[in-house]
């Protein structure tokens, strides 16, 4: 079955700055969902976008979606030490189960 | 409010030994249920998943097996343990297979085979 994968596997940036991160996936997909997972806890739903939408805002989180690319990121602004964890795009297959890449894993630097 | 409750939080265990790992889902009824593992700063493995008590769906051929005692109870069982379980185990649910439904997890549960 298809994941999603993220890219960039790590990324460390500096308190305020942006943070972005992509995921890429390999077949038609109805719905993709990003979460998020502070070290050693379970993940938390962060944000859901359709196929039929091209963005979405939740506070400082930014998703787009790219169909024809096959491709979402997830764009986090003036980002803060507390942002620090793993982000997982998941990708539903079907009538199973939520499948998620390896993540990226984000450090915010105060 | 539903909650998610996954127990033990940790877990040492030696190879060979046997493996209980139990998840309750409250606030809710007919839940999907999953079992994940995380290895150390990896991605989710889907094991097993649940549409209802009894019934089981394995993804990934293994000395663990799963089962559904009842309708918001998924346990996660081995005979023996080898090395190569250790990870961190993750119970979740959701509402179903439809469009757009969130998948809540528990905290998890960090096991080591020594």
């Known amino acids: ?110 | 409010s539903q909650t998610i409750h996954q127990w033990p939080a940790t877990l040492v265990q030696p190879v060979g030994s046997p493996l209980s790992l139990e998840c309750t889902v409250e606030g809710t009824s007919n839940p999907n249920l999953y079992w994940y593992r995380q290895a150390a700063g990896r991605g989710l493995q889907l094991l097993f998943y649940s549409v209802g008590i009894g019934q089981i769906s394995s993804e990934v051929p293994q000395n663990l097996s799963a089962s559904r005692p009842q309708d918001r109870q998924f346990i996660l069982s081995s005979k023996k343990l080898l090395l190569s379980d250790s990870g961190f185990y993750l119970c979740a649910w959701t509402r179903g297979f439809e469009l757009g439904n969130t998948i809540y997890f528990g905290e998890g549960s960090w096991l080591t085979v020594v």
């Open chain 1, 1 to 110: 079955s298809q994941q999603g994968e993220e890219d960039p596997q790590a990324l460390s940036i500096q308190e305020g700055e942006n943070a972005t991160m992509n995921c890429s996936y390999k077949t038609s997909i109805n719905n993709l969902q990003w979460y998020r997972q502070n070290s050693g806890r379970g993940l938390v739903h962060l944000i859901l976008i359709r196929s039929n939408e091209r963005e979405k805002h939740s506070g400082r989180l930014r998703v787009t979606l790219d169909t024809s690319k096959k491709s979402s990121s997830l764009l986090i602004t003036a980002s803060r030490a507390a942002d620090t964890a793993s982000y997982f795009c998941a990708i539903p297959p079907g009538r199973r189960a939520l499948t998620f890449g390896s993540g990226t894993r984000l450090q915010v630097q105060p």
